[in-house]
């Protein structure tokens, strides 16, 4: 069984860039996309894009387009997250998840907190 | 793009049945997907094309889509069933995944 483990929460001031590391164990990292989902203080899941660990190809909701790059490092099973221009709003859980051929994410990690704070 | 319609909230005393909808356009032509999410933990798959149970999920959580609405049924409702649930397909015309809003259940 996979699991996925994030990096630790982040403060961070508007306009700083946060990075957030997921790294999979228990299970061969490649084959299935890895899935970036955010969910800001009492609201729900909201998707924010998509790599593909063995050739690195990305996709992003057209919403984070030109602030997000989603990178992998295959040699130790982990894909990264990097949110530029932070924002008040951008605060949130942030939670990488699988994605098999079936569509459905399974496993999640257990989500990395970010607040953007001056 | 595809949207995904989930009530806020839904009641319902213990030992008794949840039904929890989530509506789209035509949304039986999709795979529906469902997860619960309790406090401060991360979501969990509870089923997968519509009605199947992932290993460990309890058979008191099933599911049906028809029509317009998927609906998740949780039977014999229990204290720890409390959470919030999102239902989730797969958009073809956008190849991205789309989430319900989400729906607090609460056990009174």
């Known amino acids: 069984q996979v699991q996925l483990v994030q990096s630790g929460a982040e403060v961070k001031m508007p306009g700083a860039s946060v990075k957030v590391s997921c790294k999979a164990s228990?299970?061969?990292?490649?084959?299935?996309?890895i899935h970036w989902v955010r969910q800001a203080p009492g609201q729900g899941l909201e998707w924010m894009g998509r790599?593909?660990?063995?050739?690195?190809?990305?996709d992003y909701a057209q919403k984070f387009q030109g602030r997000v790059i989603m990178t992998k490092d295959a040699s130790i099973s982990t894909v990264h997250l990097e949110l530029s221009r932070l924002r008040y709003d951008d605060t949130a859980v942030y939670y990488c998840?699988?994605?098999?051929?079936?569509?459905?994410?399974?496993?999640w990690g257990q989500g990395t907190l970010v607040t953007v704070f001056s | 793009s595809y949207v995904l319609t989930q009530p806020p909230s839904v009641s319902v005393a213990p030992g008794e049945t949840a039904r929890i909808t989530c509506g789209g356009n035509?949304?039986?032509?999709?795979?529906v997907h469902w997860y619960q999410q309790k406090p401060g933990q991360a979501p969990v798959l509870v089923l997968y094309?519509?009605?199947d149970r992932p290993s460990g999920i309890p058979k008191r959580f099933s599911g049906s889509n028809s029509g317009n609405t998927a609906t998740l049924t949780i039977s014999r409702v229990e204290a720890g069933d409390e959470a919030d649930y999102f239902c989730?397909?797969?958009?073809?015309?956008?190849?991205?995944?789309?989430f319900g809003g989400g729906t607090k259940l609460t056990v009174l």
């Open positions: 790599i593909n660990p063995d050739s690195g190809v990305t």
């Open positions: 035509n949304i039986a032509s999709k795979s």
């Open positions: 998840a699988r994605v098999t051929s079936g569509d459905w994410f399974d496993p």
């Open positions: 989730q397909v797969w958009d073809s015309t956008s190849d991205h995944p789309v």
């Open positions: 228990g299970h061969s990292f490649s084959g299935y996309d």
């Open positions: 094309y519509d009605k």
